[in-house]
């Protein structure tokens, strides 16, 4: 639906993945000096946590998706990722987008298994580059704060569940995950916390208390130093979106 009559939202930094399909040339996506013209030619797979100025003046139907996925892409390689769509991706995306605003049980769950169909398809794209697997002890480590993510989480604790020195876990963080491991521990939390703010009616200190920040204030002054939204801002764009599945 072209609802986005202003789509200028500069330093955007959102803890999810992206998919993004415009049905008609006009928005573009900055990041850095490079820019990304979006329109039916251009399929744009946005990773998280990364900053970029989204630009558009004129409303665009637009097909997206956000989710989280496990795997980084290879830095060497320039990100967001702007593909050409192919044939298959394109039929999934209009079959896709032919369903929504349909919210009977059954079609939810066909526009949920059409979405992963079309992650599966694109993320499996060969000229897609990803960092090497990551080591059992990081896997173990991810895997723990993913789900510990409430509980106080220091790096020398994190270390000792796999049995290294809190320097090589730093070191092995940052070599296959790009982030230091408390880096990595206020990803997980903000984007648990964001779930929340988008899809609870849960006040401040208990999202805080809930994603494992100490404080209301806390998470506040983190969540806006990390996205340039404050988590009511944050909400009141997510609530004030067109209804979704």
Known sequence: MARNAHWTFLDV?????RLIYDWRPDHKIMHGNREISLGPDHLVLHP???????????????????FSYKYRPDLRQEIPFDLEP????????KELSGLFGKRQAQVRQRVFCLSLALLQVVLSRPGLRWLEETPP?????????????????????????VS??????????????????????????????????ANTPLGMEIIAEQTGFPSGAYFSRAFKQHTGLSPALFRQQRVAAPPSL
């Open 13 to 17: 930094y959102n803890p999810y993945w």
């Open 48 to 66: 998280g946590h990364v900053h970029c100025d989204f630009r558009g003046e004129t409303p665009v139907p637009t097909t997206w998706l956000h």
């Open 86 to 93: 192919a044939e298959t991706e394109v039929r999934l995306i």
């Open 137 to 161: 002890a990081i896997s173990r480590v991810t895997e723990y704060v993913r789900e510990h993510f409430a509980e106080p989480l220091y790096n020398d604790a994190l270390a000792r569940r």
């Open 164 to 197: 290294v020195s809190t320097r090589v876990l730093t070191r092995l963080f940052r070599k296959h995950l790009g982030v230091s491991p408390a880096r990595f521990v206020a990803q997980v939390r903000l984007r648990e916390a964001a779930h929340r703010l």
